[in-house]
T-cell receptor, first 113, second 113 residues
Framework: AQSVTQPDIHITVSEGASLELRCNYS??????LFWYVQSPGQGLQLLLK??????LVQGIKGFEAEFKRSQSSFNLRKPSVHWSDAAEYFC???????????FGSGTRLSIRP | DGGITQSPKYLFRKEGQNVTLSCEQN?????MYWYRQDPGQGLRLIYY???????QKGDIAEGYSVSREKKESFPLTVTSAQKNPTAFYLC????????????FGNGTRLTVT
């Protein structure tokens, strides 16, 4: 079955430190990959997306993600986090053969002052 | 500004009552979705609609119903048959082609007592 795994439920990093959030997806042809961010009590906002081409994609708020087909991964990174980055982050996959997007269970990010 | 409007933001109902959550979009998107979000479980798909007057069940459709009489509107009814209706409900829409990302509303928090 098609699935998306975010292995880290909760991560805490210090302000100014680098960040990497992990995402793995089950094998499927031509996946479209997304990262979303959600602040408490709000909807989800798109950070970035990967369709094809360059495997390193840039998003909003200084985030980037790298697609690695050999590892079925699409990890989200940020060189230096800010307190305002504290939120929940969701990885999502859309397979070209399907009509619905599959979400991971999310990773909650806390920022240590 | 274009976007998705969910109303109300907070909704309280007594057990045994049906309740309808509103979702309106002015993005001219073809497809609309309803997700349920519970702590630690990510987003689970309830129903989706790719075209007016047509919709499909998602992963957890039992106890819910929808309609799609207009392109702009996709209301969700939580019926008394839903065993655990208290949750955060998110509506989303997309152009539904070429891997277009989902755009989300700000959600409705439903509490049933």
């Amino acid at each position: 079955a098609q699935s998306v795994t975010q292995p880290d439920i909760h991560i805490t990093v210090s302000e100014g430190a680098s960040l990497e959030l992990r995402c793995n997806y089950s094998y499927g042809a031509t996946p479209y990959l997304f990262w979303y961010v959600q602040s408490p009590g709000q909807g989800l906002q798109l950070l970035l997306k990967y369709f094809s081409g360059d495997t390193l994609v840039q998003g909003i708020k200084g985030f980037e993600a790298e697609f690695k087909r050999s590892q079925s991964s699409f990890n989200l990174r940020k060189p230096s986090v800010h307190w305002s980055d504290a939120a929940e982050y969701f990885c999502a996959v859309l397979y070209s053969s399907a009509s619905k997007i599959i979400f991971g269970s999310g990773t909650r990010l806390s920022i240590r002052p | 500004d274009g976007g998705i409007t969910q109303s109300p933001k907070y909704l309280f109902r007594k057990e045994g009552q049906n309740v309808t959550l509103s979702c309106e979009q002015n993005l001219n998107h073809d497809a609309m979705y309803w997700y349920r979000q519970d702590p630690g479980q990510g987003l689970r798909l309830i129903y989706y609609s790719q075209i007016v007057n047509d919709f499909q069940k998602g992963d957890i459709a039992e106890g819910y119903s929808v309609s799609r009489e207009k392109k702009e509107s996709f209301p969700l009814t939580v019926t008394s048959a839903q065993k655990n209706p208290t949750a955060f409900y998110l509506c989303a829409s997309t152009l539904d082609r070429g891997g277009s990302p989902l755009h989300f509303g700000n959600g409705t928090r439903l509490t049933v007592t």
